[in-house]
């Protein structure tokens, strides 16, 4: 059974950093291109980043673009998102999924972590 | 950026009737266009792939049809457990976009 487990969001305050974590399970994780999708407070959804499955190219939205850097670790399972200069409007659940191929949809989701930009 | 308009933005059916959602790209996207359904305080599931390819474990009455720029989900006989909200979005080029999404409600 596939499974994507968020961790690292919390409160942060404006301009500082946080990094999120994606441990991911079930399935060979070095096959698979990664991304994170995020949901701000009632709003939809919005993609923010897509890594390559050997972490040899990423993708990213222009609003993250020099802010956000996504990763991975391929022996470890785990899909990162380091969020650097965080705004407020960065505010939402942070979900990381599953990309089989390039033109592939979000197949599998984890279940979100809330990160919130406040002082 | 390819944007994604859906439509419309709220439905209200009572179960059992066959229902019809619309998503329409600002450019041609080919096939590469998939539908999700959120349920309140879920996350995502992806319902249909490349416009019209049905998921395993995705019940029979959710189809989808469309090419280019014109889309469409279609919900034959909808269940209770339908009652959510659907995105589509599109593959076909950076960055990925989702629609605005459209509410199926009880009526």
């Known amino acids: 059974e596939v499974q994507l487990v968020e961790s690292g969001g919390g409160l942060v305050q404006p301009g500082r950093s946080l990094k999120l974590s994606c441990a991911a399970s079930?399935?060979?994780?070095?096959?698979?291109?990664m991304a994170w999708v995020r949901q701000a407070p009632k709003k939809g959804l919005e993609w923010v980043a897509t890594i390559i499955y050997d972490g040899s190219r990423t993708y990213y939205r222009d609003s993250v673009k020099g802010r956000f850097t996504i990763s991975r670790d391929n022996a470890k399972s785990t899909l990162y998102l380091q969020m650097d200069s965080l705004r407020s409007e960065d505010t939402a659940t942070y979900y990381c999924a599953t990309q089989a191929h390039y033109y592939s949809p979000f197949a599998y989701w984890g279940q979100g972590t809330l990160v919130t930009v406040s002082s | 950026d390819i944007m994604l308009t859906q439509s419309p933005a709220t439905l209200s059916v009572t179960p059992g009737e066959s229902i019809s959602l619309s998503c329409r790209a600002s450019q041609s996207i080919s096939t590469n266009l998939h539908w999700y359904q959120q349920k309140p305080n879920e996350s995502p599931r992806v319902l249909i792939k490349?416009?019209?390819q049905t998921i395993s474990g995705i019940p029979s009455r959710f189809s989808g049809s469309g090419s280019g720029t014109d889309f469409t989900l279609n919900i034959n006989r909808v269940e209770p457990e339908d009652f959510s909200v659907y995105y589509c979005q599109q593959s076909n080029s950076w960055p990925r976009t989702f629609g605005g999404g459209t509410k199926l409600e009880l009526k």
């Open positions: 490349y416009a019209s």
């Open positions: 079930g399935f060979t994780f070095s096959d698979y291109n």
